[in-house]
């Protein structure tokens, strides 16, 4: 009777000891109650009115046409922008700040079109899908030629985490269409075609070259898509990062896959030049990352393709590790 005592205790304190040797690291500003609010000036051609933007940030407020950078030790930055093209001021919010119950405050990603219009000179519609991510956006935005060659994804990070943990919460309107609209040209209904929501962190171990550009071997994976409307919040859900090559794993989908070519996300070399980060491989399951992208999203796949008023609610960001 006595050893089955203690082999019944042995096992109930290797279990306590498995649990209790998991750890969760908070993402700075990952529990979104701190804003930023930004007041941009419209050009007067396109109506002149004051533009309210929200960067993820000490609180705090920023007047006037000012190019913004990470404040604080922030992370994150947000597909909000300040954009000038052609001497035309323009801003872009598709990225707010929202009340959940309790008074706490959440991030809210919404899929939404911006219309630019000025008598005889601007028409145009551009469809745009509220993102947050770890980098910097490279402002003014001069053009919407290559979206992704505005954001600088060189964030260092050499730790491996088991998951990503956040709450979520997933609107997808009933019946809606996807469409592209860059506004240039005509929109377009994407028949056939079904958008997302998406969460996703891919650890890379990368390396320049003499030349100045960037290469990159996945180190660990992390990739969540979200088609259908939730009955309400998701709380501490647990995304797993896979390490090594993950190709053929039962749990593998093909947007876990290397990143394509010719849709690279970028980063800043050390000539200060942005360039595109060349992911060429597969690294070793036990490789050590340098650098982490990281990113939420209202809509998942080329720039301004998505479904108007779908809607993504991310709370309390953490690591958790072994």
Not at 55 to 61: A, D, N, R, Y
């Amino acid at each position: 009777m006595k050893k089955k005592v203690v082999l019944l205790a042995a096992l109930m304190l290797a279990a306590t000891s498995g649990v209790s040797a998991e750890t969760k690291e908070k993402v700075p500003y990952g529990d979104f109650e701190q804003w930023i609010t930004r007041t941009i000036k419209e050009s007067a051609v396109i109506g002149g009115k004051s533009k309210t933007l929200y960067e993820i940030g000490p609180t705090q407020t920023i007047t006037g046409n000012k190019a913004y950078t990470n404040l604080g030790g922030s992370p994150w930055a947000t597909s909000n922008v300040y954009a000038k093209v052609a001497g035309v001021v323009k801003g872009s919010n598709a990225v707010f700040p929202e009340q959940r119950s309790g008074g706490n405050k959440c991030v809210k990603m919404s899929t939404i079109m911006e219309k630019v219009k000025a008598l005889g000179i601007i028409n145009m519609d551009v469809l745009v899908s509220g993102s947050i991510y770890w980098g910097a956006m490279v402002e003014p935005v001069s053009s919407t030629k290559n979206p992704y060659s505005k954001l600088d994804m060189n964030v260092k990070f050499t730790k491996r985490p088991k998951y990503l943990c956040f709450d979520y919460k997933v609107t997808v309107p009933a019946n809606a269409q996807m469409i592209y609209s860059s506004g240039f040209g005509k929109k377009k209904v994407l028949k056939g075609k079904q958008n997302a929501c998406e969460a996703f962190v891919l650890l890379q171990r990368r390396w320049e070259d003499a030349d100045g550009n960037i290469y990159a071997k996945r180190v660990g994976t992390g990739r969540e898509r979200y088609t259908k409307s939730t009955s309400g919040w998701v709380n501490g859900h647990r995304m797993r990062i896979y390490y090594g090559n993950i190709v053929g794993q039962p749990y593998y989908k093909d947007y876990m896959n290397l990143i394509s070519s010719d849709r690279p996300y970028y980063a800043r070399n050390s000539k200060g030049k942005l360039v595109p980060v060349q992911e060429v491989g597969w690294d070793s399951p036990l490789a050590t990352p340098t650098h982490i992208i990281m990113m939420f999203s209202a809509g998942c796949g080329t720039a301004y393709e998505g479904t108007i008023g779908q809607t993504f609610y991310v709370d309390n960001v953490s690591f958790i590790y072994d």
